[in-house]
């Protein structure tokens, strides 16, 4: 199709279209001109034998010579190009006629209107002019003469001729003096076209177009394009040092974590084994004093060995946390699909088993699945309902659910109680490690498991919050 074709040849057909254009209207205008004034002309010349031929024949009118009318239309043999002739009275009668050839059928002649003197018809092969003949400003009788527009069909024929000559005279001028406008106009633009090309190929920014001595538009595109490419190539050298020096801060936050894990772990190591022996002592020694020597402690002094007992077991629980929290960092996901419903009636099962005196209906939906670390998702769960379960226990009955919602074009899952619940105002406070809204002896615990949950959840690339009020219970929102 012409919008594939290249520039070049766009400014090739352009050049031929426009050239065509304007021959065919000109030589178009220069024909019908010419047609008009043959036309005209014939008519003249057939007006001026028609008058000819009534004033030689007036007398043979007034004098009913037919035969003197016809020896005086006979002189129309010295015209080739007319036809037939004729002189009529003016009631229509036929008084005196001239044919060339064998053809005797009359013309059909155009009416003279009243105050005409003559008139004429151009029919698709002939015209007929028609002329009164007056004798001191009396009408005495009408002639008319045919004549053929072989003379015209010929002329145009010519032009017809000329004008196609000169027109594939000058499309092959066009198509010689092409080059020319190609190499002007075309050339730059296909220069330009390449060196686009090469930088969207190569990324090589590097290289410019070849700059155009004169000063036209093609000229200013080029210094333009150049001068983009200049700019391109300053931020491409710019962002490859940036790129750089990130990969470089990268690979040293990398060994700095890498360090730092390393010493995590070690201090995880010793956590878990240089201070759990000392609690263990601390606890079992006071267990050996309250059992072996407790008839000779009096009631004091067996409380602040219990305390110490107490104080040691809360120790041992918040090193178990810690711990569960550093592993909840530094754990490796594995990304499985996972029934959450059947988890939470699991766990829900468990928190019944172990407490089968309470109260508390558990409304879990069926069917809830998501994508993501079986164990970590169990944990997040685990944390949720026995957080729920902790603290709905002040209640004589209970409700736990577990659901899915929908929120601002977001469906989370939930975890709702109508337990204690908490003052909004601290709700910031929820997450934090070690933070707690209530006292230990109202509900046990270390106030780490809701951060151990949003650790996890955050992970899995998701979000979580909550609402609540005092005594109006608390629900748990997660995304994942």
């Given at each position: ?106 013309p059909a002649m155009p009416p003279i209107l009243a105050g005409q003197v003559e008139t004429y018809r151009f029919n698709r092969s002939e015209v007929v002019l028609v002329r009164r003949i007056v004798f001191q400003d009396k009408p005495t009788g009408i002639v008319y003469i045919q004549s053929d527009l072989e003379g015209l069909k010929v002329r145009v024929a010519q032009y017809l001729g000329v004008a196609a000559a000169v027109l594939v005279s000058s499309l092959l001028a066009v198509v010689l003096i092409s080059p020319v406008f190609r190499r002007a106009i075309g050339e730059p633009i ?291």
């Open positions: 199709m012409f919008r594939d074709y290249s520039i070049s040849k766009k400014l090739t057909w352009m050049n031929m279209l426009v050239s065509g254009a304007a021959l065919l209207l000109a030589c178009g205008a220069f024909i019908a001109y010419d047609v008009i004034s043959i036309r005209d002309g014939m008519v003249y010349n057939l007006s001026m034998q028609a008058q000819i031929v009534g004033f030689n024949s007036t007398s043979a009118l007034l004098f009913n010579d037919p035969h003197s009318a016809e020896n005086t239309l006979s002189g129309l043999k010295a015209w080739p190009n007319i036809v037939s002739a004729g002189i009529n009275t003016l009631d229509g009668r036929a008084f005196a006629t001239y044919q060339r050839g064998q053809s005797s059928q009359t296909v220069h330009l076209a390449g060196i686009a090309r090469i930088v969207s190929r190569d990324k090589d920014y590097s290289v410019r177009a070849k700059p155009i001595g004169n000063r036209d538009e093609l000229s200013v595109l080029v210094d333009d394009f150049n001068g983009m490419l200049s700019q391109i190539q300053e931020r491409d050298t710019a962002l490859q040092q940036a790129h750089d020096e990130l990969e470089q801060r990268v690979e040293e936050r990398t060994k700095e974590l890498a360090t730092t894990n390393k010493e995590l772990e070690a201090f995880s190591y010793s956590v878990s084994h240089d201070l759990r022996a000392p609690l263990r002592s601390i606890d079992g020694f006071s267990q050996a004093l309250l059992e072996d020597y407790s008839d000779k402690l009096d009631s004091a002094g067996r409380d602040h060995l219990e305390r110490v007992r107490r104080a040691a077991q809360r120790m041992s629980v918040l090193i178990d946390d810690m711990l569960n929290l550093s592993r909840v960092t530094r754990s490796v996901m594995r990304r499985e699909k996972l029934d959450l419903s059947a988890v939470a009636k699991s766990i829900a099962a468990d928190l019944q088993e172990a407490e089968p005196g309470r109260r508390v209906e558990f409304v879990i939906e069926s069917d809830l699945m998501a994508v993501g670390d079986s164990q970590l998702l169990r944990a997040a769960m685990e944390n949720l309902l026995r957080n729920s379960w902790k603290y709905t226990s002040a209640h004589p009955c209970a409700r736990i659910e577990f659901g899915k919602s929908q929120q601002n074009g977001k469906h989370p899952f939930f975890v709702r109680d109508d337990g204690a619940g908490f003052d909004p105002r601290y709700s910031d406070r929820l997450f934090g490690a070690f933070q707690r809204l209530h006292t230990a002896t109202e509900f046990p615990g270390t106030g780490v498991g809701l951060a151990t949950v949003q650790r996890i959840i955050h992970r899995h690339g998701g979000e979580i919050w909550a609402e609540g009020a005092v005594e109006k219970g608390a629900t748990f929102y997660f995304t994942l």
